[in-house]
C-alpha cells in the first residue's frame, strides 16, 4: 500500500496549484461579487481546458488525456481550494456529463460527443433533478414520446450547472410511462440542434455564486433517436446512478479542497494576529482545534483518494464514493465555520476569503445526493 503520489502527480498537482493561485486567486472576490451576473471565468475555464484537465480520465482518442481519476480528483482538489464555483463546473463537464456518455454510449456516440466538451470547445450539462424529483428519480416527469425518427419532449429540468453555458447535456427522460425511474432513458441534446429547447431561470444562489444553474425547459422539443444512449431505452436510471457515484467523487475532491484552503488561509492568519502579546496560534486552545481540523481533513483525504483510485483500478466505488462525498463535504462545512470564527470580525469580511469558502461549503453537502442519502447508501452495504 503506497500512500504516495507519483513524481507525475505530484507535477500535475503543482501545475494546477501554481494555475489556481496565480490565475483564479486574483479576481475570485470580485468575481464572487459579480455571482450570477457576469462572475463566471469563461476565460480562465479555457485555460483550464488547454492544460489538459477537463478531460483528464479519458482515453486520447475521445479528446482526453488518458490518465486516471486521482489525477482528476487532484485537479477539482486544488481549482476548490481557490474557487470552489469553478471547481464543480468542471466536476459536471467531467464526471456527470462525461461519466454519463462514457458508461452509456456507444463508441461511435462517445468519439461525435464527448471530444467537444473534454477539449473546452463547450462545457457539458447532467439533466436528472426536476422539482419534485431530488432525490427520488422515480419522480421525474419529463416525455420522451417517439414520433418517427424523433422524440418529442415535454417537460423541464432544474438546478442544471452549467445549464446556461452548455451546448452539450446528458437529458433523462421517461420513454414509457407508469414504471417510474424505470422507464428513464438517457438523451443526449445538442442546445443548437433541438427546437424547442430553451434555457429558463438562472438561479441566484448562497454560495458558489459564480457557477451558472439553470432551468432547462422542453415544449416540444425535437431530440434524434439517433442521440439515445447507447441506442437503447430504459437504460437512463442505471446511466444517472454510474455517473452520480463518480460524480461524488468530484464534489468530495471539491468539499476537500475547500476544507484545505480554508484551513490554509487560518493558518496564515493566526501566524500574524497578535492578541494579548502574542501570535494567536500560540494559545493553546487555538492550535489543538487546528490540530483536530488538521487530523480530520487528512482522514477525508485518504478517503476521497481511495474512492478515485477504486475507480481508476476497475474496483466498485459505489460505497467508497458515498463515504468519501460524506467526510470531505462534512470537513468542508466544518473546517469552514471554525476558520470564520478564529479569524473573529475579519472572518465575516470578504477580504479575508473564508466566509466565501463557508458559504460554497454547505451546497456540498446536499448537490449529487444529500449526505443523508450517502448515510443511506453505505448502511445499505453493511447488511447485505
Same mark, same amino acid.
Given at each position: 500500500?503506497?500512500?504516495?503520489?507519483?513524481?507525475?502527480?505530484?507535477?500535475?498537482?503543482?501545475?494546477?496549484?501554481?494555475?489556481?493561485?496565480?490565475?483564479?486567486?486574483?479576481?475570485?472576490?470580485?468575481?464572487?461579487?459579480?455571482?450570477?451576473?457576469?462572475?463566471?471565468? !469563461? *476565460?480562465?475555464? $479555457?485555460?483550464? =481546458?488547454? &492544460? #489538459?484537465?477537463?478531460?483528464?480520465?479519458?482515453?486520447?482518442? /475521445? @479528446? %482526453?488525456?488518458?490518465?486516471?481519476?486521482?489525477?482528476?480528483?487532484?485537479?477539482? !482538489? *486544488?481549482?476548490? $481550494?481557490?474557487? =470552489?464555483? &469553478? #471547481?464543480?463546473?468542471?466536476?459536471?463537464?467531467?464526471?456527470? /456529463? @462525461? %461519466?454519463?456518455?462514457?458508461?452509456?454510449?456507444?463508441?461511435?456516440?462517445?468519439?461525435?460527443?464527448?471530444?467537444?466538451?473534454?477539449?473546452?470547445?463547450?462545457?457539458?450539462?447532467?439533466?436528472?433533478?426536476?422539482?419534485?424529483? %431530488?432525490?427520488?428519480?422515480?419522480?421525474?416527469?419529463?416525455?420522451?414520446?417517439?414520433?418517427?425518427?424523433?422524440?418529442?419532449?415535454?417537460?423541464?429540468?432544474?438546478?442544471?450547472?452549467?445549464?446556461?453555458?452548455a451546448n452539450s447535456y446528458v437529458i433523462f427522460a421517461l420513454t414509457e410511462l407508469g414504471i417510474g425511474s424505470k422507464g428513464l432513458s438517457a438523451l443526449y441534446v445538442e442546445r443548437d440542434k433541438t427546437p424547442g429547447f430553451t434555457i429558463g431561470k438562472v438561479e441566484k444562489k448562497m454560495g458558489i455564486r459564480t457557477a451558472l444553474v439553470s432551468e432547462l425547459i422542453f415544449e416540444n422539443a425535437k431530440v434524434p433517436v439517433a442521440n439515445l444512449l447507447g441506442g437503447k431505452e430504459?437504460?437512463?436510471?442505471?446511466?444517472?446512478?454510474?455517473?452520480?457515484?463518480?460524480?461524488?467523487?468530484?464534489?468530495?475532491?471539491?468539499?476537500?479542497?475547500?476544507?484545505?484552503?480554508?484551513?490554509?488561509?487560518?493558518?496564515?492568519?493566526?501566524?500574524?494576529?497578535?492578541?494579548?502579546?502574542?501570535?494567536?496560534?500560540?494559545?493553546?486552545?487555538?492550535?489543538?482545534?487546528?490540530?483536530?481540523?488538521?487530523?480530520?481533513?487528512?482522514?477525508?483525504?485518504?478517503?476521497?483518494?481511495?474512492?478515485?483510485?477504486?475507480?481508476?483500478?476497475?474496483?466498485?466505488?459505489?460505497?467508497?464514493?458515498?463515504?468519501?462525498?460524506?467526510?470531505?463535504?462534512?470537513?468542508?462545512?466544518?473546517?469552514?465555520?471554525?476558520?470564520?470564527?478564529?479569524?473573529?470580525?475579519?472572518?465575516?469580511?470578504?477580504?479575508?476569503?473564508?466566509?466565501?469558502?463557508?458559504?460554497?461549503?454547505?451546497?456540498?453537502?446536499?448537490?449529487?445526493?444529500?449526505?443523508?442519502?450517502?448515510?443511506?447508501?453505505?448502511?445499505?452495504?453493511?447488511?447485505?
Amino acid at each position: 500500500m503506497d500512500f504516495y503520489l507519483s513524481e507525475e502527480q505530484l507535477a500535475l498537482q503543482a501545475t494546477v496549484r501554481k494555475f489556481a493561485k496565480e490565475k483564479l486567486e486574483p479576481g475570485i472576490i470580485a468575481r464572487d461579487e459579480k455571482g450570477e451576473e457576469g462572475g463566471y471565468p !469563461e *476565460e480562465l475555464y $479555457k485555460e483550464m =481546458a488547454k &492544460l #489538459g484537465l477537463i478531460g483528464l480520465p479519458y482515453p486520447v482518442e /475521445f @479528446g %482526453g488525456q488518458g490518465k486516471t481519476y486521482l489525477e482528476y480528483a487532484i485537479a477539482v !482538489e *486544488e481549482i476548490s $481550494k481557490v474557487d =470552489a464555483a &469553478l #471547481g464543480i463546473s468542471y466536476s459536471v463537464s467531467t464526471s456527470l /456529463f @462525461g %461519466g454519463s456518455i462514457d458508461s452509456g454510449a456507444s463508441p461511435e456516440q462517445k468519439k461525435a460527443w464527448l471530444t467537444p466538451v473534454l477539449t473546452g470547445e463547450t462545457w457539458g450539462a447532467f439533466g436528472l433533478t426536476e422539482a419534485n424529483a %431530488g432525490s427520488d428519480a422515480g419522480g421525474c416527469t419529463l416525455k420522451a414520446e417517439k414520433d418517427g425518427d424523433n422524440y418529442i419532449l415535454n417537460g423541464m429540468k432544474v438546478f442544471n450547472t452549467n445549464g446556461p453555458l452548455a451546448n452539450s447535456y446528458v437529458i433523462f427522460a421517461l420513454t414509457e410511462l407508469g414504471i417510474g425511474s424505470k422507464g428513464l432513458s438517457a438523451l443526449y441534446v445538442e442546445r443548437d440542434k433541438t427546437p424547442g429547447f430553451t434555457i429558463g431561470k438562472v438561479e441566484k444562489k448562497m454560495g458558489i455564486r459564480t457557477a451558472l444553474v439553470s432551468e432547462l425547459i422542453f415544449e416540444n422539443a425535437k431530440v434524434p433517436v439517433a442521440n439515445l444512449l447507447g441506442g437503447k431505452e430504459k437504460e437512463g436510471f442505471k446511466v444517472a446512478m454510474k455517473a452520480l457515484d463518480g460524480g461524488r467523487i468530484g464534489v468530495a475532491a471539491q468539499g476537500l479542497g475547500i476544507a484545505e484552503g480554508a484551513y490554509e488561509k487560518t493558518v496564515e492568519y493566526l501566524k500574524i494576529r497578535e492578541q494579548f502579546g502574542k501570535p494567536l496560534f500560540k494559545n493553546q486552545y487555538i492550535a489543538w482545534k487546528m490540530a483536530e481540523l488538521s487530523i480530520e481533513i487528512e482522514q477525508a483525504k485518504y478517503l476521497v483518494y481511495k474512492a478515485a483510485l477504486d475507480k481508476a483500478t476497475g474496483r466498485p466505488y459505489g460505497d467508497s464514493a458515498a463515504r468519501a462525498k460524506f467526510a470531505a463535504t462534512n470537513a468542508a462545512m466544518h473546517v469552514t465555520t471554525e476558520a470564520v470564527q478564529f479569524l473573529g470580525g475579519n472572518g465575516y469580511m470578504k477580504d479575508y476569503h473564508v466566509e466565501r469558502m463557508m458559504r460554497d461549503a454547505k451546497i456540498t453537502q446536499i448537490y449529487e445526493g444529500t449526505n443523508e442519502m450517502q448515510k443511506l447508501i453505505v448502511s445499505g452495504s453493511l447488511f447485505r
